[in-house]
């Protein structure tokens, strides 16, 4: 059987960009907070893993680090992965679920 490239050249390979291809244009990021003090943090849990455990954890360290943060448990803000349906109503009441707590930050799931 004769190899598809001669034995002392060098194979090519044909690459393919694993991220796929941008179909909206770039969006510009809102500048960092220069502190959590006075803030309100909104946490997003999708009932995996063990945020019910690293959410406490995570909110007793911002506390000693910004005593005066505010934080919106997931609690407050429900399960975003209820169902295909749900989590599509979900998602487009983000922005207004975000406004009405006064977000300022979010932490989006924890988990695996």
Sequence with gaps: MTPAFPATAEPTFDVVWPLGR???????L?????????????????WVYRGDQMFPIINDELRKAFPDVKVVSY?????????????RDYVAGLPGMLSRYECNAVIVGVGA
């Excluded at 809102?30 to 999708?46: D, I, Y």
Aim: hydrophobic share 30%; net charge negative; charged share 20%.
């Design 75 to 87: 609690d407050e803000t429900g399960d975003s992965h209820a169902n295909n349906i749900m989590e």
């Design 30 to 46: 809102a500048p960092a907070l220069s502190t959590l003090n006075g803030k309100t943090v909104c946490e997003f849990w999708g």
């Design 22 to 28: 941008c179909v909206s244009p770039p969006v510009d």
